[in-house]
T-cell receptor, first 110, second 110 residues
Framework: KNEVEQSPQNLTAQEGEFITINCSYS?????LHWLQQHPGGGIVSLFM???GKKKHGRLIATINIQEKHSSLHITASHPRDSAVYIC????????????FGQGTILTVHP | DVKVTQSSRYLVKRTGEKVFLECVQD?????MFWYRQDPGLGLRLIYF???????EKGDIPEGYSVSREKKERFSLILESASTNQTSMYLC?????????FGPGTRLLVL
């Protein structure tokens, strides 16, 4: 079964801290998404990766295809970063169907 | 700018009612999806469609049907709503792996 494992499930940080969320998957993929969902809000795709690293503002996403692992880093975290972060993968020719991790609930305190 | 809209943000229905959830995208995407999101279970795929009048079951299709008569519109139908269908329902469209989510419909079945 194609699986996506995300850790940690819950993460609490103080404002300014460096944050890392991890994602592992079981078989080869065509791409990986990092998604963000604020409380009561819709889901936004932060990054789509198939190799290497991407950066947007204080957010950095990396992927290691050989190790089947991806990380999402947040530098200088802020209370507005508090959200659920979800890793989701695309397997091959799947019409864009995603398989999701369970999500990481991030709370950043001022 | 990409836009996926859903017909309602909040909906309250009675057990046994027929419920229609509508999703519209303005990007001419071929692939569209219906997910439900539940605490502890994450996001699960109900149905998806890869073209007009084409549909495939996802992981949890029981109790649901879908309709895609036009490319921009994908409807989710609960034939006879039950309390265990109380959930957050999210629509998405996809193109070349990119994922675009609607704001979600929070459905309460009494």
């Amino acid at each position: 079964k194609n699986e996506v494992e995300q850790s940690p499930q819950n993460l609490t940080a103080q404002e300014g801290e460096f944050i890392t969320i991890n994602c592992s998957y079981s078989v080869g993929i065509s791409a990986l998404h990092w998604l963000q969902q604020h409380p009561g809000g819709g889901i936004v795709s932060l990054f789509m990766l198939s190799s290497g690293k991407k950066k947007h503002g204080r957010l950095i996403a990396t992927i290691n295809i050989q190790e089947k692992h991806s990380s999402l880093h947040i530098t200088a975290s802020h209370p507005r970063d508090s959200a659920v972060y979800i890793c989701a993968v695309l397997w091959g020719t799947s019409y864009g169907k995603l398989t999701f991790g369970q999500g990481t609930i991030l709370t950043v305190h001022p | 700018d990409v836009k996926v809209t859903q017909s309602s943000r909040y909906l309250v229905k009675r057990t046994g009612e027929k419920v229609f959830l509508e999703c519209v995208q303005d990007m001419d995407h071929e692939n569209m999806f219906w997910y439900r999101q539940d605490p502890g279970l994450g996001l699960r795929l109900i149905y998806f469609s890869y073209d007009v009048k084409m549909k495939e079951k996802g992981d949890i299709p029981e109790g649901y049907s879908v309709s895609r008569e036009k490319k921009e519109r994908f409807s989710l139908i609960l034939e006879s709503a039950s309390t265990n269908q109380t959930s957050m329902y999210l629509c998405a469209s996809s193109f070349r792996g990119g994922q675009y989510f609607g704001p979600g419909t929070r459905l309460l079945v009494l």
